[in-house]
């Protein structure tokens, strides 16, 4: 059983429905992130929260949405989405970031599978 | 952006024989984690590695930190088929994770 539950598992949508992915994690982690993969292509980073705050947007185009209402919930809202927006995104979450003499490992759900027609 | 490259790309061997995955990059990292991920699924935490230098065993899976916190391998003994599975190195620095391009194992019986 994991600590991160994504919902829904898997996702079809137009490309000019609304939807929504949900993340929630168990683990009282301070930092949550989407990432998207897609075949042949490292896992891209797409958003970072720490303690309720973004702080890291790649340049992700505006069709995709976060929210992090609280430390143990994140969402990404889908808008006007493109074909090639079609991949398994998955969130993830860690104790503290990334760097320093802390470890901040990650901790992913089990994806969300978006298919967009 | 850090890139990590890993190498191969795909794997394909025997049961029981043994492997090594590298995880190389031109930039410094203040920690790298090995991650598995089975089709459908997120990817595992396998191992996470801090000091340069650091080699760390988990059965028969041996991790090992350069010296210079820039580059990481990854090798298994005696593979077995349910070592099967995407394997993919990140580092981190700040509060972001770098991940490789990832390595497909499959071990046939």
């Known amino acids: 059983e994991t600590g991160v539950t994504q919902t829904p598992r898997h996702l079809v949508m137009g490309m000019t429905n609304k939807k929504s992915l949900k993340c929630e994690q168990h683990l009282g982690h301070n930092a949550m992130y989407w990432y998207k993969q897609s075949a042949k292509k490292p896992l891209e980073l797409m958003f970072v929260y720490s303690l309720e705050e973004r702080v890291e947007n790649n340049s992700v185009p505006s069709r995709f949405s976060p929210e992090c209402p609280n430390s143990s919930h994140l969402f990404l809202h889908l808008h006007t989405l493109q074909p090639e927006d079609s991949a398994l995104y998955l969130c993830?979450?860690?104790?503290?970031?990334?760097?320093?003499?802390?470890?901040?490992?990650?901790?992913f759900g089990e994806g969300s599978r978006l298919t967009v027609l | 952006t850090q890139l990590l490259e890993q190498s191969p790309q795909f794997l394909s061997i025997q049961e029981g024989e043994n492997l090594t995955v590298y995880c190389n990059s031109s930039?410094?990292?203040?920690?790298l984690q090995w991650y598995r991920q089975e089709p459908g699924e997120g990817p595992v935490l396998l191992v996470t590695?801090?000091?340069?230098?650091e080699v760390k065993k988990l059965k028969r899976l041996t991790f090992q930190f350069g010296d210079a916190r820039k580059d990481s391998s990854l090798h298994i003994t005696a593979a077995q088929p349910g070592d099967t599975g995407l394997y993919l190195c990140a580092g981190g620095n700040q509060d972001q994770f770098y991940f490789g391009t990832g390595t497909s194992l499959t071990v046939i019986p």
């Open positions: 590695v801090v000091t340069g230098g």
């Open positions: 930039s410094v990292f203040s920690s």
């Open positions: 993830a979450s860690s104790l503290y970031g990334a760097g320093g003499p802390r470890t901040g490992e990650l901790f």
